[in-house]
């Protein structure tokens, strides 16, 4: 298994585009992470069926959030992609999420070349407000059965913030 974060850029973010490497499909109850020291993918957990992704997570590599994991990604597509591809995604929004009080973004893409829904989705309007409330459920929720209210949606922004907290995300890891 290659090591993402050697042989993948971050992509062109600065344009609204980055590289991301799935982690989770969309449905999927298997909380897997990239383990950057063995450079693998492991299963950390197996989630109740209630709290099935509600959409494909990632995450952009050779970044580092405040929480010392690569900066997330949730990639809305019409389908699920399977863990350890790669692809590059359009930047539409950001969601500012506290985990264990400590900050947790969450980037929004799209596919950058989706020719099934083409250009229809440029920004988290166009999602929709349900698409942004389920999503926010699942994230405020989804550790409760083992540790309540340690997770906290703290609002969205744009593509602008998310390009900025991208850049922040990039000069961190060039510090470790």
């Given at each position: 298994?290659?090591?993402?974060?050697?042989?993948?850029?971050?992509?062109?973010?600065?344009?609204?585009?980055?590289?991301?490497?799935?982690?989770?499909?969309?449905?999927?109850?298997?909380?897997?992470?990239?383990?950057?020291?063995?450079?693998?993918?492991?299963?950390?957990?197996?989630?109740?069926?209630?709290?099935?992704?509600?959409?494909?997570?990632?995450?952009?590599?050779?970044?580092?959030?405040?929480?010392?994991?690569?900066?997330?990604?949730?990639?809305?597509?019409?389908?699920?992609?399977?863990?350890?591809?790669?692809?590059?995604?359009?930047?539409?929004?950001?969601?500012?999420?506290?985990d264990d009080g400590e900050?947790?973004?969450?980037?929004?893409?799209?596919?950058?070349?989706?020719?099934?829904s083409g250009d229809r989705?440029?920004?988290?309007?166009?999602?929709?407000?349900?698409?942004?409330?389920?999503?926010?459920?699942?994230?405020?929720?989804?550790?409760?059965?083992?540790?309540?209210?340690?997770?906290k949606v703290l609002g969205?922004?744009?593509?602008?913030?998310?390009?900025?907290?991208?850049?922040?995300?990039?000069?961190?890891?060039?510090?470790?």
């Open positions: 298994m290659p090591d993402f974060n050697k042989v993948l850029e971050t992509g062109d973010y600065q344009n609204g585009v980055v590289n991301t490497v799935v982690e989770i499909p969309e449905g999927s109850i298997l909380k897997i992470e990239w383990d950057r020291k063995r450079a693998a993918f492991m299963l950390d957990r197996v989630e109740p069926g209630i709290y099935k992704k509600p959409c494909s997570y990632g995450f952009i590599p050779q970044t580092l959030d405040e929480d010392g994991d690569e900066l997330d990604t949730l990639i809305v597509c019409d389908e699920p992609l399977p863990t350890g591809i790669w692809l590059e995604a359009k930047i539409i929004g950001i969601m500012n999420f506290e900050a947790d973004h969450k980037v929004v893409v799209v596919p950058a070349d989706d020719r099934n989705i440029n920004s988290l309007a166009d999602l929709g407000e349900r698409w942004q409330q389920q999503v926010a459920e699942h994230f405020t929720h989804y550790k409760d059965l083992k540790k309540p209210g340690s997770t969205w922004g744009e593509a602008a913030e998310a390009k900025t907290v991208i850049g922040q995300c990039i000069e961190r890891y060039k510090k470790q």
